[in-house]
């Protein structure tokens, strides 16, 4: 039984047609901190955006959660772990928007924020935007986030179809963002990790390129390697946007 510590692996590509990545990642191996974040924003404003969001975030988080032990079966534990997520995402926002309006040229901007901090054997996570975590289990690809987008809560309302969704004008609409205002309203969720899991945090440049399915057989086939080949493939489809990809090969220190 001795520990097995987590192994991550990630890339971030300006695609084939963008000037600049607004893209950012950032793994933070020693306090097991993982984050995709998506800038929107002209004049350099998204990638002000995201740069600030994954330095907050991080930055609050090892500040408050440094030292936390989070008993598993102790409901108390996990919801206070899951506010500090949500309040780590908040105090993103709100320097984002602080920033802005001290520098009109960049009012408007703001990123999307996928966040992950692995305590023991258990996942916790923070999620506002179009940005996504997956968990491949047992050879299965879980999709772990909603899409804050407004395509996507149309097909969770019945309004369109997934094919519909697939190909609609307004697919890259998000709904929710970090920056844009002082707060936003953040998904958190909680997962207890199993041997051999695997979780994937990527921008809408790589699933908005490669469906479900091939992210599954890619994961399952190549593990870490998927990274690189995931980036590729999303590139070799045209890349009209920013990619970014980010794995955690079987973070469960427990088993
Ligand atoms: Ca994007």
Redesign the pocket.
Known sequence: MGLIKPIAKGKTDIGQVRSVN??LLLINHKQKIYIVA?G?GGHAGGEIASQICVNAINDYLVEHLSDIAVDSDNIADIQSTLKIISDSINHASSKIYEHALQNPTLKGMGT?ATVLKIINNRAFCGHVG?SRLYLLRNAFLYQITYDHSLVSEQVRAGLLTEEEAEHHHLK?VITRSVGYQLEEEVDTTHLMLEPNDLLLLC???LH?KVPDTEISKITNHSRLDAVNILVNLANERGGE??ITVLIIDNPDVSS
């Open positions: 607004q893209d998506d929107m999307t179009d890259n921008s809408d440049g908005g946007d920013n």
